[in-house]
Each structure stands twice: as C-alpha cells, then as structure tokens.
C-alpha cells in the first residue's frame, strides 16, 4: 500500500513542472490527483504519463467561472479532498520602467487572484486536518531585476499564506507555501530562446550556493511533506532554493 492510498488531491497547474512532478509522486504512492492546465494537449501527455488515478480537467486559474465549475467538478469526482497544491502561475520578465499594465494585470491576475479564489471555492470541500499549499517564489525575497511585478504577486502569496492559515485554523485546514529558487522545470525555455534559457541557467547555477539548480521532483517532496506530513506547521513557507534566499 502506498504512502498517499486513498487520498484525494487537486493540483492546479499540474500539467508540467513542479505540478507534474507532485502530481507523479503522489499517483506513485496511491494518490487519486486531479490537475488543472489551460493546455488541453498538455493535459492529455500529463494524463497519459500519470494513469488511472489521475484526472485532467482543463481551467484556466484566473477565471472565476472555470475556478466555480473546477470546484464542482472535484465535488463530483472526490466528495472530499485532503490536500490542495495551489501552484499554477505564470512567470513574466520586464524592466521595472518597461513594465505594462497589461503584463501586470495577467501576472496578478494568475499568480494571486487565481489560487487566492481556489483556495475559497475548494474550502467547503477540503477535509480537516487536509493541507493547502501556495506556490512562492525566493523572487519575493531576494529583489531579482526584472521581476518587480512577479515578486510582488508571489510577496502577495506569502502574505496569504499567513492569512489563510489563521482563518482556516478553526476548520482544521493546514495553510503554507513552498518557495522554490532556481529549478529545471522547463519554464525558461518557453519563455526565451533556447540559447538565452541555457545561458540564463548557466548563470543561476554559478550564482547558487550548492551551484546547480534544482530539480521538479526536489520541489514535489517539499509540497508533499508540507501537504500531509506537517500536521503542527501552518502559515510557513519552506524554500526549496539550494540555500539562495538564505546564505
């Protein structure tokens, strides 16, 4: 029997990255996982890689219909859920001055509307003693340029972190954060040239303490254990970040 047998988890953005990868553990050790994309064809792959126990249910985060009709749908699929990965965002590089409102907008949007309202419609539904972690970012604490309008989304969910695990405390719901640093997960390459994305990882890994990056699935136990294995830490946040916001 596995570790997670029968036990009912929602990830959203769980279709690449940190997502899959949590989703992959916990499938692996007995889990039923629902994960959420707007990616249906990434969906798909996700699904075909996780099996059976895996559900794949297109959302976009930051839609309040699509986070409505999620919710009944995992009413529909679970009843009852004990743990919820609130990881999906989007990432956006700009110059503080050339910073638009319209990148603004959808960084705020996805990265604190979306899992600040998942959080909400999912509540009635989260057993107690069930866990919810927010996806962070070391960006919030370590003033990265070009990031001015990400980090602040990401302070934004630490902030919420702390809320929520002091409103949800009398439900029995655990709140807290996994705050990655720098990780393989793909991210860069859909977001410049493959030859920026190398060089740009070259250069994190130099710039880290343990002077590589980290992997997804190093990312994945820290939510897991944040997510079952916590039963006395709420509001924390735990960064997964080779020691980069911390020596």
Do not use: C, W
């Not at 997502?19 to 798909?44: K, Y």
């Not at 910073?99 to 996805?110: G, H, I, P, Y």
């Not at 920026?196 to 990312?219: F, H, S, Y």
Request: proline letters at 4%; aromatic letters at 4%; a negative charge.
């Amino acid at each position: 029997m596995g570790k997670y047998e029968g036990k009912s988890v929602v990830i959203t953005g769980g279709g690449s990255g940190v997502g899959l990868a949590t989703a992959r553990l916990l499938v692996d050790e007995g889990a039923r996982v629902l994960i959420t994309g707007r990616s249906q064809a990434t969906l798909d792959a996700a699904r075909d890689q996780l099996g059976g126990n895996a559900i794949a249910v297109r959302s976009d985060a930051a839609s309040l219909p699509d986070i409505d009709a999620l919710a009944d749908r995992v009413k529909a699929e679970f009843g009852t859920v004990d743990a919820l990965f609130a990881n999906a965002g989007v990432n956006g590089f700009a110059p503080f001055e050339e910073t638009s409102e319209e990148l603004f907008d959808q960084l705020l949007a996805v990265n604190v509307k979306g899992p600040y309202f998942t959080v909400q419609k999912l509540v009635p539904l989260l057993a107690e003693g069930s866990g919810v972690v927010l996806t962070t970012s070391v960006a919030h604490v370590l003033g990265l340029p070009g990031l001015s309008a990400y980090a602040a989304g990401k302070a934004a969910l630490r902030s919420m972190t702390r809320s929520l695990a002091r409103e949800l405390l009398p439900r029995g719901i655990r709140v807290n954060a996994v705050s990655p640093g720098p990780i393989d997960s793909g991210i860069l390459e859909k977001s410049m040239p493959k030859e920026a994305a190398e060089q740009t990882k070259a250069q994190m890994a130099a710039d880290n303490p343990m002077l590589r990056m980290g992997t997804p699935a190093e990312v994945a136990r820290a939510v897991a254990f944040l997510a079952f294995d916590a039963t006395f830490t709420t509001g924390a946040e735990l960064a997964v970040d080779g020691g980069g916001s911390q020596l």
